[in-house]
């Protein structure tokens, strides 16, 4: 039987998540202070944790939230498949509901199940899917690494989260996501549970 540990941890804080701007995939954005400072907190509760390995997206946001666990010397893999979903021409924009109708009309097409619809320009949650899978599959066929530290990006953790737990993608918005927020999933011999959701404990200690 396959059995595995699999810490998923969303980025820390950038400006454009400050400031409420589309990210995606075409935004490869560095950590703000206030992201540094999460990283801090996260590493300071968990880096004693026996990881196998550190895996991220190719984002450099991804990379920079693991730096001290990179540091101990934890093997890492950066993997495109992780990555966020590409939001096309909405990227680098501000979100309001005034002003980016356009936005929230495509995420309401989702949670009525037009999954496969897509942002001009961008991807749709089933292209996600297509990409991720391999990258996932990676991660799960390596069966010496029970213990695994996943980071990535928020719309990216919801997708994942619906493939992983046989959710449909329209109910994706049911997985809450904050800045280094953790989700940790328990994997056995294909099956998975949810130990913690959306937990940020950590972030309050600090």
């Not at 498949?81 to 936005?103: C, F, H």
């Amino acid at each position: 039987m396959s059995s595995k540990k699999i810490y998923v941890i969303r980025h820390g804080q950038t400006d454009y998540n400050l400031k409420n701007i589309v990210q995606g995939s075409g935004i490869d954005s560095s950590l703000n202070a206030q992201g540094q400072a999460q990283a801090r907190a996260f590493f300071e509760m968990y880096g004693q944790m026996p990881f196998d390995k550190v895996y991220t997206s190719a984002l450099k946001r991804t990379r920079e939230t693991v730096r001290s666990f990179i540091e101990l010397g934890i093997p890492t893999e950066s993997l495109t498949g992780l990555n966020e979903i590409s939001w096309g021409i909405r990227e680098g924009t501000e979100i309001s509901l005034r002003e980016d109708a356009y936005y929230h009309y495509m995420l309401k097409q989702w949670q009525l199940g037009k999954t496969s619809l897509r942002i001009e320009g961008g991807e749709s949650p089933e292209d996600v899917i297509l990409r991720m899978k391999p990258a996932v599959d990676h991660i799960l066929a390596q069966t010496h690494e029970q213990r695994v530290l996943v980071c990535m990006h928020g719309r990216a953790i919801r997708i994942m989260l619906c493939m992983l737990l046989n959710y449909p993608l329209k109910s994706m918005d049911m997985f809450e996501h904050e800045n280094l927020c953790l989700y940790l999933l328990d994997y056995n011999n294909s099956f998975f549970t949810v130990d913690r959701y959306n937990d940020v404990s950590h972030l309050r200690l600090s």
